[in-house]
């Protein structure tokens, strides 16, 4: 639960602040050693059947649901129905491309919430929640590729 109250915790500039620094973090986690194969590691599946370019892919449609239902409370209206998660791409640049898209939308959406709008109907809540669930695809893509490559340089 300490997990829980950490996000609590953020105030909507740390919600946007976190969303924005994703990419960067991500490509360092992926990037760092440039010994690896990347794409062939990213690509292969863990004994749990988890593959780095699905995890990235996956949380993609999560993070965008959270904005989206942040963005629909401080407005008092309700989200649409969720997308689904889009088919893996064959390459975690691909992912990356997919993940990247995501995060533009979800920040645009939340930027437009006027400060007034954060306290309504769990909007900070669902804001925190995207938070979560994109600093959680960081440490499911590390804890994927240390199990695929447990000597590997990190960031």
Do not use: C
């Not at 006027?114 to 440490?139: K, T």
């Amino acid at each position: 639960m300490g997990d829980t109250d950490q996000y609590r915790k953020l105030k909507p500039a740390d919600v946007i602040s976190t969303l924005k620094s994703l990419p960067r973090r991500l490509r360092d986690e992926l990037f760092t050693d440039t010994n690896l194969d990347i794409e062939a590691l990213a690509g292969a599946k863990t004994r749990r059947g988890a593959s780095a370019i699905e995890a990235i892919t996956t949380s993609a449609p999560q993070i965008e649901r959270h904005a989206q239902l942040a963005y629909r409370a401080s407005l008092d209206t309700t989200a649409p129905p969720p997308k689904p998660s889009p088919a893996p791409p064959a390459t975690v640049r691909g992912a990356l491309e997919v993940f990247d898209e995501a995060l533009r939308r979800s920040i645009d959406e939340l930027v437009t919430i006027p400060a007034s709008g954060w306290a309504r109907n769990d909007a900070l809540a669902h804001g925190q929640d995207a938070a979560r669930a994109g600093v959680a695809v960081l440490h499911t893509v590390a804890a994927i590729l240390d199990e695929l490559a447990p000597h590997r340089l990190k960031a």
